[in-house]
């Protein structure tokens, strides 16, 4: 990175275009002597570069055309091995240079970088004819029509051509001038959507630490921003932001960026890796595709197949499920599952591009639909389902993400899904809740309304079989219910019952709950079973019969006598074991403030002389005088503490 000095008094004004152009072509054709022509710049960086004469990986340099528009320029190489470094240049670029030998015409890379071109659908580009000095006027004319058969049917079948040569500079004007009337046809990316930069170099610069390169695909980067590395999922920090070497307060999309990074080491970041908004993308090991398979594959593809997977600048090894047939034919589509064995980052709507694992060679490629899947089965629903993904409307996307959801799901959760704008997520909800579809549980939290019509009904359903269950109870504790229910997730049940409480459908006092506008009474058997249970109690003074022995006496009503008792406050549990009535405990405290009138402080022996209680039941009383307040623990002894 430059100082901060120099490169403020250098920086360039920002121009009000922007956008980000990739070489693309067979080896040996050109591609690095046009770029040093046009930028002064040699993008053939690394030693063994300079030494074999051909560019191995990429390469960049900033452009400024007439028309104003500032360019930063992605140089790939062009040799059939170099095919995975060119794929890590080229997936941000918004207008290709095709080049092409006008010496030698259209080559075995030529025609794999225009299926890449095509694949990953780049809108606009110009054919580049260099080397025109070399060849003859017959010789040009051939390749340009070869080069107009080639490019029938795809998005450059109406490109520009033009015949350049590097070394008299012939041509240069020409270039330009097609290369601003292409990017004209290009709007700007969005810089209101989250911050989205491919790694495509990392290296270290001293008094910087950790800087990384790429393309910004969306949004705006400042410096101090947090962002978070991904898949790793590690937050970092902005240090420095810089643009074609000159520091600048921020970057936009369409942008060449360098980012020095404060949290993270050289070694825990390489190409292939992502930084974005925090929360903005999830990785994921599935995802949901359309793939199409090139037309001159030379045999169907079979429904289970080992890939290498190209999306930004990473590639991922993994399996390619179709979903649909089993076989696809040469130029076909078809609906299919990417399963990794490394987490990517996509977001819906990406383009990808397919190599076969070994040879490598690349076979197809498509766009997203579902950035984070779970493994499909081939039926016709699911396939149903991910149709509606693929090609629905917001409203139809939205609904079907709600649907599958077991919680409320926030608005800026179903916006990162559905990979849309926030505000147009929120304006796709607001229809749909005008319709019926969803609901919204709480302030911008969303559900589909069939599923909160069932959390509803289900938390309802529990409480009215408790009642039925235990008409001695006035309700069931709201914690025993929510444990109950443990498949629904605890935010949809937090949600529908604090709903059912608003709505006055259920009541609660204080942590039991039942239906409302159903009075309670308990029954007269069990009120007399109660009394029964209090005279055994009072019988024995303090000594009262443990948990056990009053449940012998009880009998099978026993859990529900001493839950009625609890509630009506007419028994008070002092221990797992020991209940005691109400009068009784009323009696201790009296008991215990007319000893402390006469003594300032108790023993365990002065409770039992004052009580007639053993030890067994002296210990739990004087704790639970003392968690009561009416007395206070001092070492071996009691205090009066004047509660209760």
């Not at 694992?357 to 089965?377: A, F, H, N």
């Amino acid at each position: 990175m430059a100082s901060p000095t120099t490169a403020a008094a250098s920086a360039p004004r920002r121009a009000t275009r922007l956008a980000v152009v990739g070489t693309a072509g067979h080896i040996d054709h050109g591609k690095t002597a046009l770029v040093r022509r046009l930028t002064g710049v040699d993008t053939d960086r690394l030693p063994e570069e300079k030494k074999r004469g051909i560019s191995i990986d990429l390469g960049f340099a900033p452009l400024v055309t007439p028309a104003g528009v500032r360019v930063g320029i992605v140089d790939v190489p062009g040799h059939e091995r170099f095919v995975k470094n060119m794929l890590a240049g080229v997936g941000g670029i918004d207008c290709v240079l095709l080049i092409i030998a006008a010496d030698e015409g259209v080559m075995p890379q030529t025609r794999e970088h225009l299926a890449i071109v095509r694949l990953l659908g780049i809108p606009s580009g110009v054919v580049v004819l260099t080397k025109s000095d070399l060849a003859e006027r017959e010789w040009i004319e051939l390749v340009r029509r070869d080069v107009r058969a080639l490019l029938v049917g795809g998005a450059l079948a109406d490109a520009p051509i033009v015949e350049f040569s590097a070394v008299t500079g012939a041509g240069t004007a020409e270039l330009l001038a097609a290369l601003d009337q292409q990017l004209a046809q290009t709007a700007n990316r969005s810089l209101d959507e989250p911050a989205r930069l491919p790694v495509d170099r990392v290296f270290t610069v001293e008094g910087f630490g950790t800087v990384v390169t790429g393309t910004l695909w969306r949004g705006i980067v400042r410096g101090g921003d947090a962002l978070e590395l991904l898949p790793q999922a590690r937050p970092v920090r902005v240090r420095r932001v810089q643009v074609h070497g000159h520091t600048v307060d921020e970057a936009h999309a369409g942008q060449r960026t360098a980012l020095a990074l404060h949290g993270v080491e050289r070694d825990e970041i390489e190409r292939g890796d992502w930084l974005v908004a925090p929360g903005s993308l999830k990785p994921s090991r599935i995802l949901d595709v359309r793939l199409e398979l090139l037309p001159d594959y030379p045999r169907e593809w079979k429904r289970d197949v080992r890939v290498r997977f190209h999306l930004g600048a990473s590639e991922r090894i993994g399996r390619l499920v179709l979903l649909e047939g089993e076989t696809l034919a040469p130029g076909r589509s078809a609906l299919a599952q990417i399963r990794l064995e490394r987490p990517a980052v996509a977001a819906r709507g990406d383009r990808f591009v397919i190599r076969s694992y070994s040879p490598s060679r690349t076979v197809g490629g498509g766009s997203i639909i579902d950035p984070v899947s779970e493994k499909r089965r081939r039926h016709a629903a699911g396939l149903e389902a991910l149709a509606v993904g693929e090609s629905g409307t917001l409203e139809a996307r939205a609904l079907q993400r709600l649907e599958a959801e077991t919680r409320p799901a926030s608005t800026a959760t179903l916006a990162q899904a559905l990979a849309a704008p926030e505000a147009e997520v929120g304006a796709a909800l607001a229809r749909l809740l005008g319709a019926g579809a969803v609901a919204a549980p709480a302030p911008g939290r969303w559900l589909a309304s069939a599923r909160w019509s069932a959390a509803r009904e289900a938390v309802m359903r529990e409480v009215r079989a408790f009642a039925v269950r235990h008409p001695a109870r006035y309700g069931i504790p709201k914690g025993e219910l929510k444990s109950g229910m443990k498949p629904m997730e605890p935010a949809l049940f937090d949600a529908a019952f604090e709903a059912l409480l608003a709505e006055h459908a259920l009541e609660m006092r204080g942590e039991r709950v039942r239906p409302a506008g159903e009075p309670w009474q308990p029954p007269a058997a069990m009120m007399a079973a109660l009394e029964r249970a209090e005279a055994e109690l009072e019988a024995t003074g303090y000594q009262v019969p443990d948990a056990a022995q009053l449940a012998a006496k009880l009998g099978d009503q026993a859990a529900e006598v001493v839950a009625l008792g609890l509630f009506l406050g007419r028994l008070v549990r002092v221990s797992q074991e020991l209940l005691y009535t109400t009068r009784q405990m009323e009696a201790l405290r009296s008991k215990l403030a007319g000893y402390f009138e006469k003594k300032s402080s108790m023993t365990v022996g002065d409770f039992r002389d004052l009580t007639g209680a053993s030890r067994k039941y002296a210990v739990p009383l004087l704790e639970h005088s003392d968690r009561v307040g009416w007395t206070v623990r001092s070492g071996d002894e009691r205090r009066w503490g004047g509660r209760g």
